[in-house]
């Protein structure tokens, strides 16, 4: 039977014979009618069997054509030539062998015997063998096919197809889902620091300007927007224009920025979007913790919570510096309560642990020791990038009262009652010891990086600030309202220093006023910047491993990109000082160092001077951090496909822009 379904092959081969010979015999009898007398009965001969042939396989097939007809009329019982559903006969290699009138009416042009089902749909026939078949579109109908394959053969030859008609109810399904309700959230950020030095009128002109924006947003929607406070609002749209939104990357956010304060500041917005969410209350909820991460990575984007996950869009501006410490208050009172109420407090940062991390860990764990409390800071040394400072405070410290323990000896000691600090990091990817943060019952984050997806969310405090130049500086704060027992000693505050001298490149980047009043408050405990700037020097080896690094650096779209193939215990330190220094070439607006580990590991350092986000390229390689300082580590690449995939987040990065 399968051989019989390819005489439409053979019938084409017979014709063509037969014209052949037809022409041979006209061009015979023209060059040499002798000739011709002599071939002529061979030419009536061949084409006598020819024809014979034809009017054979021309009746087979009328013949099976009759016996498939036969055969449903026995076995089904019923008209499918008048069934309202589309109804067509394949061979196993989806020719068209019989067809009902439903099929002939809806697919007008391709309803033709000995034709391909590909014509309709190029999926194979196993994909509509399930129970539920599959769903196809032709032209601007959708139709559920399904197969009835008959149950006594293994490997059947003739498949019988239904198609039904689900246009409807497609069209139904899609305007439901295009007119699901969303929850926006959208907050102008740092308000009272952006109008504080305003007067009434210029704050009044300019808060009109934001309120006719989100309007004239607004009525280009079926939606509606309510003013909540001063600088939050709350809005419900469809999800129609939450797509056309997000496919204008979120045009509001530029809008927005070219309003300006005081001919000086530009006005940016956070959004939180709640989609998929089934409720409007949970479209909300959605919305809410959007909105959340917006704030915590700086402010200027949009974010939008799925049942999924989160996506950004924005971020390209600086966050402006809050000036108001009451918040740093607040949480030192409620830090000071729960130092008070635990048995011993561990400070731990991130795995291998920078002057920032080291730093903060250290400030705070001195002035809770202030406080009569047993505080120890958690750091595996061996790995640590601030060994230097780690060794100065070692040999100052009381042997019998150690400063630092090795993360193995925290989680054997810590108890329920303890409380961990987590410092310069609310990554648990990133922490120095991921077994001691879940052993711990009572947690508390310090933190400046721009808020990750993945973040702690058990925390007692989760204090979060964007804007801060570096977590030395939050501690600093916070020291502040920690009465005498902020009064640290002077290589004590020393370190801290480091930490926000080291984030801030020497005060040149993410430097604020607070920035300064926190560097000022210790230098008043007796912080030298001559020791200071000790704990940054460099062996000559080191050195000349950095301006290696530099001088094979290439420049892409305004970014130096530079790597290595010598990897030493160093290079971690060496790499994120080399890609410091590259930023300092001219028209340079970030710098991407990377180098493989020891194992098979490759690690990025990412620096920019603000112009561009490295926080958002690195988060396309897996990382993060924050606008001007960010990193990412790829596995089971070689030091080329690192390359290549870094200039493919740098290409993706412009284009998010564009």
């Known amino acids: 039977m399968k051989n019989y379904f390819r005489d439409g092959g053979l019938v084409v081969s017979i014709v063509a014979l037969i014209a052949l010979l037809l022409f041979m015999s006209v061009v015979t009898f023209n060059y040499s009618p002798d000739m011709f007398w002599i071939i002529a009965p061979f030419i009536v001969l061949v084409s006598g069997f020819a024809i ?33 559903m589309s109804v067509v006969i394949t061979d196993n290699l989806k020719k068209i062998i019989w067809f009902n009138k439903g099929f002939a009416e809806a697919f007008t042009d391709d309803a033709v015997y000995g034709g391909s089902f590909d014509a309709i749909t190029a999926l194979p026939l196993e994909s509509f063998m399930s129970e539920n078949g599959a769903e196809i579109r032709y032209k601007d109908r959708y139709y559920r096919v399904y197969i009835n394959v008959p149950a006594d053969e293994n490997e059947p030859d ?18 439901q889902k295009l007119s699901h309700p969303v929850v926006m959230l959208i907050m102008i950020d740092s308000f009272d620091e952006l109008f504080g030095s305003s007067l009434e009128s210029e704050t009044a002109h300019v808060t009109v300007q934001i309120d ?10 079926t939606g509606i927007l309510r003013k909540q406070t001063r600088d939050r609002f709350w809005a419900v749209i469809e999800e129609r224009h939450v797509a056309k939104l997000i496919e204008g990357k979120v045009k509001l956010l530029d809008k927005a920025r070219e309003i300006q304060v005081n001919d000086r500041m530009n006005v940016t917005l956070s959004i939180g979007i709640g989609r998929t969410a089934d409720t409007i209350s949970e479209s909300e909820a959605y919305a809410k913790q959007a909105l959340e991460m917006a704030q915590g990575r700086g402010g200027d984007q949009a974010a939008i919570k799925t049942v999924s996950g989160f996506e950004f869009y924005g971020g390209v501006s600086k966050g ?23 048995d011993k407090v561990y400070i731990m940062g991130h795995k291998f642990s920078d002057l920032d991390s080291v730093g903060s860990s250290v400030g705070l764990a001195c002035a809770i020791r202030n406080l009569g409390r047993q505080a120890e800071v958690v750091v595996n040394s061996t790995s640590s990038l601030s060994t230097q400072l780690i060794d100065r405070l070692k040999a100052a410290e009381d042997p019998k009262v150690p400063l630092f323990i090795q993360p193995q000896q925290a989680v054997e000691n810590i108890t329920e009652q303890s409380l961990l600090i987590i410092t310069d990091t609310h990554n648990p990817l990133m922490l120095e010891s991921q077994e001691l943060h879940s052993k711990a019952k009572q947690l508390v984050i310090i933190d400046h990086h721009r808020r990750t997806v993945n973040y702690i969310d058990n925390s007692l405090i989760f204090y979060h600030e964007p804007y801060a130049s570096s977590a030395s500086e939050m501690v600093t704060e916070l020291l502040g309202y920690f009465g005498k027992a902020g009064r640290i000693t002077a290589s004590q505050a020393e370190a801290l220093l480091s930490g926000i001298m080291l984030d801030t490149k ?30 940054f020097a460099n062996s000559i080896e080191n050195y000349r491993q950095k301006a290696a690094l530099v001088s094979k650096a290439n420049i892409y779209k305004r970014c130096a990109i530079a790597s290595t193939t010598i990897f030493s215990p160093e ?46 390229v690195m ?9 001007t300082m960010a990193g990412a580590q790829l596995k089971d690449v070689s030091l080329e496909e690192a390359g290549a995939r870094v200039k493919e987040a740098i290409d993706k990065y412009y284009e998010s822009l564009s």
């Open 52 to 84: 014979g042939k034809l009017i054979q396989v021309t009746r087979r097939n009328f013949q099976y054509s009759a016996l498939i007809n036969d055969q449903i009329t026995q076995e089904n019982k019923l008209s499918l030539y008048s069934l309202p």
């Open 212 to 221: 006719r924006l989100l309007e004239d947003f607004i009525a280009e929607t």
């Open 571 to 616: 290079m971690r330190l060496i790499a994120p000082q080399a890609a410091d220094e590259l930023l300092s070439i001219e028209n340079v607006d970030a710098s991407f160092v990377y180098y493989k580990s020891g194992g098979d590991e490759i690690y990025i350092s990412a620096r920019s001077m603000g112009a561009l986000n490295v926080q958002i």
């Open 506 to 535: 020497n005060f040149t980047i993410k430097t604020g006023v607070r920035t300064f009043e926190a560097a000022a408050f210790l230098r008043k405990l007796g912080a030298d910047t001559v020791n200071v700037k000790a704990l």
């Open 619 to 627: 988060e396309y390689l897996g990382g993060g951090g924050h606008q």
């Open 158 to 175: 003739i498949f019988l197809i239904y198609l039904n008609d689900i246009t409807d109810f497609v069209r139904i399904q899609t305007e």
């Open 320 to 342: 402006v510096e809050r000036a108001n410490k009451v918040k740093a208050r607040i949480i030192a009172n409620q830090l000071i309560q729960l130092v008070e109420n635990a």
